[in-house]
């Protein structure tokens, strides 16, 4: 039973710092631009934020246009559409930093922000995903594909979370938006 107890202890302790590494806001998590700079999401603070993991090979690729069009349309409202490229679903970002705003801009016309290449399941997950679907997020699990989106309030508070194939568009992210925007 001590042998027990001790390895128990030994696991904690071991498992701490981990739980300590990892932000208690989605403002604290350290980010890169897509150009590489440092920085967080710290500027939207008191902002609603509507974050997708976006690729430009895949099926969803063309819900870059309605996601433009929201962060056009409600920008000035206090929403900001905040893009992370990710290839961890069928290789379908494959390209450097370069290839991704050069896709983005002259195929979209995307002006809303993109950050550097990150993973958003497995091991090597980015503590920003870490926040929004590990066990203390109000909707935990494993993202499932390209486009999964997550609306955070002004408060820095997880409001909603749309899978891959719910366009940005639609009635039930529109509302969603809006009733953030809303919220003061």
Known sequence: MKRLLASLSLLLAAAMPLAAETPASIYDVPLKDIDGKATSLKPYEGKVLLIVNVASK????????PLEALHKEFEKDGLA?????????????PGTPDEIKTFCSSKYDVSFP??????VKGPEKHPLYVLLTGPTSPFPGDVKWNFGKFLVGRDGKILKRFEPGVKPDSAPVMNAIKAALAAK
């Open 114 to 119: 993109l950050y550097e290449k990150i993973k």
């Open 58 to 65: 895949c099926g969803n690729t063309p819900q870059y246009k």
């Open 81 to 93: 559409v905040v893009g992370f490229p990710c290839n961890d679903f069928g290789g379908q970002e």
